[in-house]
T-cell receptor, first 116, second 114 residues
């Protein structure tokens, strides 16, 4: 089956630093990837749609300068949390769309960010 | 806009009993519906989907879901629950539009008691 790898799984950083999270489709090409954020005991909130070779489409209320998304290749999208603050602490999950099989989405294992 | 609702935050079932996790939907046009499961600190795993065809959809790990157009529901079911089924379950609908993003329900925490 299609595999999406997310790295790192856990990251702890100091307030004010930037953190990059990678999302890779290991055995398929994904022209579209999605980044979600999940707060404890809550559902997934879509942050942005990442399109290969073009700018990401951000959901309303998501700061594009805060959450930088780059989709430079068909197998890699990155989310950079810039100048992180404690309120950015969350579980970030990416997903990639398979171009066939009705465009089924496959999810990464998630990255837990803790900002001290 | 497309949406799904999961009316129960938590469902508790005894091991071996049948389980149902409820989901209702609100869509424009034909619904593309999904169920995913999430274990602690993990990503989402696909269980099953309804695109078209038979109303009863069979998925992974013995789960199935019944699409009911008149009741706008897509409940997840399993005839005999296992303790290992304990997890967070999400119903989702594919949004209309070019990106076809998924819109998730609130999630239901399923606990199977030994």
């Amino acid at each position: 089956g299609a595999v999406v790898s997310q790295h790192p799984s856990w990251v702890i950083c100091k307030s004010g630093t930037s953190v990059k999270i990678e999302c890779r489709s290991l055995d398929f090409q994904a022209t579209t990837m999605f980044w979600y954020r999940q707060f404890p005991k809550q559902s997934l909130m879509l942050m942005a749609t990442s399109n290969e070779g073009s700018k990401a489409t951000y959901e309303q209320g998501v700061e594009k300068d805060k959450f930088l998304i780059n989709h430079a290749s068909l197998t890699l999208s990155t989310l950079t949390v810039t100048s992180a603050h404690p309120e950015d602490s969350s579980f970030y999950i990416c997903s990639a769309r398979l171009q066939v099989r009705d465009g089924e989405l496959f999810f990464g294992e998630g990255s837990r960010l803790t900002v001290l | 806009a497309q949406s799904v609702a999961q009316p129960e935050d938590q469902v508790n079932v005894a091991e071996g009993n049948p389980l149902t996790v409820k989901c209702t939907y609100s869509v424009s046009g034909n619904p593309y519906l999904f169920w995913y499961v999430q274990y602690p600190n993990r990503g989402l795993q696909f269980l099953l989907k309804y695109i078209t065809g038979d109303n009863l959809v069979k998925g992974s790990y013995g789960f199935e879901a019944e699409f009911n157009k008149s009741q706008t529901s897509f409940h997840l079911k399993k005839p005999s629950a296992l303790v290992s089924d304990s997890a967070l379950y999400f119903c989702a609908v594919r949004d209309i539009g070019g990106a076809q993003k998924l819109v998730f329900g609130q999630g239901t925490r399923l606990t199977i008691n030994p």
